[in-house]
């Protein structure tokens, strides 16, 4: 499970772990002479970690529908239309021009698209990788349920609506809280 | 007691670091950070930070220039002699008239701690925003110069201030969301959270690494390399 974790989460690491499997195979000893209960386990170990596997798969999936319902998926869209916009202001930036033509918009909106649609359905899986393990295949049924009601999609949905009112009112109690500490501070200092 | 404990750990931190702390060119937050397309940074993840712990629960982190140039405004409005309230005066909390919206608020605060969203709150603002609160406050006031005492005391204040502004964010959130629910629902959904598979979500969120964020981060670097790539290698 755990090698289906890393193996999910980094992809750098996946070159290298089939060659070391493979070795470990090889260094078997070919000549020995082996008991029929042997590889009865042997066989009986590769279905329990086919079973294994094929749990886990099922745990990450039932995990993505709870971030599609609890917001977490939404985010990440949130973060990827970011990206597409930020990285079209890089293209024009390095272009040099003030805006693109409505062909190499096009073009850009191809290409963002096609490559964000890959590195999105890879963060959903990497949180959902990293999280469904820690629950039980029961507990992310609740955890939807609970998810799942009318009231919830509303109360879910709230948090998205208004982030730029949010950052300003954020950023102003920032400065709320500065300020007191510096005044606070001060009167203390002089009293 | 704990929140003194961990942010007076931040203040000694940021104590220790001296007058280096406005040294370092401060990092943008903002997803714009992006835009540089410089390596990636590999102990921050600034795009996608709080990604794993479900960021529509956390409150939105300021960028540094911005703040310092608006704190700067204000402390200087305060040395002025005008009135902080004057210098930097967010509707904060408007006094609620209608006391149905009241009675929601107050239930939405508590669906927040039932749910988790409350110790999410406290919890970012205690690891992010502090931050930034602090390395603003040790532009005003050198820490170089205090005393052990003027430390322990400088921290209380912090404290305090930490804690007006979680109520702060936990208030502003709590409207929203009472404005356009019912109080029904409210209570529908204080009751659909109140389960140990919410807890332990919410446990899982509170202790994540940022593993996933930073991985994350270098994944949407990696697409803005390719598509910038394949835009220009097309032309």
């Known amino acids: 499970m755990r090698l289906i974790y890393s193996l999910a989460v980094l992809g750098l690491a996946l070159a290298a772990v089939p060659a070391g499997a493979q070795e470990i195979v090889a260094a078997a000893p070919v000549d020995r002479a082996i008991a029929a209960g042997d590889v009865a386990a042997v066989a009986v170990a590769q279905i329990n970690d086919k079973a294994d596997a094929a749990e886990t798969q099922q745990k990450v999936d039932l995990y993505k529908q709870l971030m599609e319902l609890n917001g977490v998926t939404q985010n990440i869209r949130n973060v990827i239309a970011a990206t597409k916009t930020a990285t079209r202001l890089v293209i024009i930036d390095r272009a040099g021009v003030d805006k693109l033509t409505p062909e190499q918009d096009a073009r850009y909106n191809q290409i963002a698209d096609n490559v964000l649609s890959a590195t999105q359905a890879e963060l959903i899986d990497a949180v959902a990788s990293a999280q469904a393990q820690n629950f039980t295949t029961d507990e992310i049924h609740q955890l939807i349920t609970a998810n799942a009601s009318p009231a919830a999609a509303k109360y879910n949905a709230v948090k998205f609506l208004t982030p730029d009112d949010n950052a300003t009112a954020v950023q102003n109690y920032m400065v709320d809280a500065v300020v007191k500490i510096v005044k606070t501070w001060s009167q203390a200092q002089t009293g | ?235």
């Open chain 2, 1 to 235: 007691m704990k929140h003194h404990l961990t942010l007076c750990a931040a203040l000694c931190a940021a104590l220790a670091a001296g007058s280096a702390l406005a040294a370092p060119a401060p990092q943008t937050r903002s997803m714009l950070a992006i835009l540089s397309l410089s390596g990636p940074d590999a102990k921050t993840s600034d795009i996608t930070a709080g990604l794993a712990a479900g960021q529509g629960a956390a409150p939105p982190v300021p960028v540094p220039d911005v703040l310092t140039r608006q704190t700067a405004a204000a402390v200087t409005a305060l040395y002025e002699n005008r009135t902080a309230d004057q210098a930097a005066s967010p509707a904060a909390d408007a006094a609620v008239t209608d006391p149905a919206l009241a009675e929601r608020i107050g239930l939405a605060r508590a669906l927040f701690r039932v749910d988790g969203a409350d110790a999410l709150i406290r919890h970012f603002v205690e690891t992010e925003h502090m931050k930034l609160i602090i390395a603003e406050v040790a532009r005003h006031i050198d820490f170089s110069k205090l005393s052990e005492s003027d430390k322990y005391r400088l921290a209380a204040i912090a404290a305090n201030a930490q804690t007006e502004l979680e109520e702060n964010i936990l208030n502003l959130s709590a409207t929203q969301t009472a404005q356009l629910m019912t109080k029904p629902e409210l209570l529908q959904l204080m009751v659909a959270f109140d389960t140990d598979a919410q807890r332990k979500l919410t446990d899982v969120r509170l202790h994540d690494d940022g593993k996933t964020d930073s991985l994350a981060e270098l994944d949407i670097r990696l697409a803005q390399y390719q598509i910038v790539k394949q835009y220009e290698s097309g032309q």
